[in-house]
């Protein structure tokens, strides 16, 4: 079945959170091809070393277009965490975790949790980026048919 899995084919596109990836939607689209190589990235500015996150087209700092992509750390320190455990939004389950994540003194970084039981994550654990698939979207193809878009996307989970 194309669409979302949880609205059951009943695919209404002010409910998905996530982006459209692939180069024709998204001019940042390398973030995505690099989260499937396991590299979480962003980009730096050439003209004036400002690095940006999440990665621009632009330098927020001097306007320039001359960026380039870099390396963030993909495992961190948690320095707070927050659960819900009722009222989370539509296509996420109980319970929905999040955490402020220090990525090696490099970025202070608010993301999602998986993998994870309430209680179970403290102050001071170890987490480590984790990249999954998402339901793919229908797109218009070249000859008027529908293509599905294969997506991806990241949360942290803990270090075992
Ligand atoms: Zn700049």
């Not at 409910?15 to 940042?28: A, C, G, V």
């Not at 277009?65 to 389950?93: A, I, S, Y």
């Amino acid at each position: 079945m194309r669409g979302i899995s949880v609205l059951n084919g009943r695919y209404a596109v002010t409910m998905d959170m996530y982006p459209l990836q692939s180069k024709e939607f998204n001019r940042i689209y390398k973030f995505y091809d690099h989260l499937r190589e396991g590299r979480f990235t962003t980009t730096k500015c050439n003209d004036c070393g400002v690095r940006s996150f999440p990665p621009r087209v632009i330098c927020p700092e001097c306007l320039s277009e001359n960026l380039e992509w870099v390396d963030l750390p993909t495992e961190g320190t948690v320095k707070v965490v927050t659960e819900e455990v009722v009222g989370v939004p539509l296509g996420f389950e109980n319970p929905l975790i999040h955490a402020l994540i220090d990525l090696e003194g490099q970025l202070t970084h608010f993301a999602r949790i998986i993998n994870c039981q309430t209680g179970e994550l403290k102050e001071g654990d170890r987490v480590k980026m984790a990249v999954f698939p998402v339901d793919p979207v229908p797109v218009d193809g070249k000859r008027g048919e529908f293509v599905e878009m294969e997506r991806v996307f990241y949360a942290f989970e803990k270090v075992k």
